[in-house]
């Protein structure tokens, strides 16, 4: 082995350790972030082997009937907050709240592991913009079908966040701490449940649980499954489906992916329309995201919610022939602008909105 190689080698090595607990340390420039190699960095990606490896300690802790209740639980708590906050408002703003509500939802979708709001919408507008050409980062059809679900998260070229894309984002700088130091509310949220289980085992030992059982239900399991679920959105729903629209990228539709991932498997739908709210448009695509998102509005917590453009609904529109009847006229409430979208979209009308 080169002498130079291995004190190079042990410096990238402390670098990434650094950055498991702080992210932005020692980042360059974007521009030569960009120059990188599109490999696995490993050293950093092994927090990332450690949420797949925590599932095995079931071996040990067992099973109970809470520990899979609370799984399932934090699973559809923790999709909303990566498809309803991390998708359809860090990404998309596809509705309004307050600076308050933006910290909460910011929290919520921290406790996903999916990393900071930031990066998470810095590296999925990315995509909108390149969807399925070269540059695009998780691309079945540029980089295989593995790289676009798992892949591209280890790639050294795209740990760090390039914030010159989500400027509106990067003014708050309690999101900048969120997203800088990423690994903080996961393991403030694993130890909860540590802490939480023990507290049931002393209190209501009939429940048979534990807090290592929490831990590997709640955190591990719960957190690696809706790690994949939503990595099906990179992956599946650019290979598997129908597609209603012609757009310029493989997105397609699907029921079962709709249902898994509380609605986002309308991806050609959401592709060709990124600016909505609503990614199911009709009342028989499943979307329950959005139903969760019209309940917070009628809490008062958001408002704004920016409506399905009424061209969607056009049959002209569609690549099938399709009986899908247009919207009443009575539905139309004005134009809404769509936000960011940052791809050209190909010759459509500035949208009339359908509330
Ligand atoms: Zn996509
Ligand atoms: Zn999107």
Redesign the pocket.
Known sequence: MPATFLPRFLRSSVVSVIQWFDSDYEVETIAEAEKREDKVEWVRTIPFCVLHLGCLGVLWTGISWLAVGLAFFLYVIRMFAVTGFY?RYF??RTFTTSRFMQFIFGLWGATCVQRGALWWAYT?RH??QHSDDEKDKHSPRQHGFLWAHIGWITSSKNFPTDYRRVKDLARYPELVFLNRFDVLIPVLFAIALYVAGNWLNAAFPVLHTSGWQLVVWGFFISTTVLFHCTAFINSLAHVFGKRRYETDDDSRNSFLLAIITLGEGWHNN?HRH?GTVRQGFYWWEIDVTYYGLKVLSWLGLIWDLRPVPIAAYDPSTHLQASKLSAPRVSDQTGSVPPVHQQKPLGGLRPPVSRA
């Open positions: 998708h990404s998309h999925h995509h909108h959401h990124m």
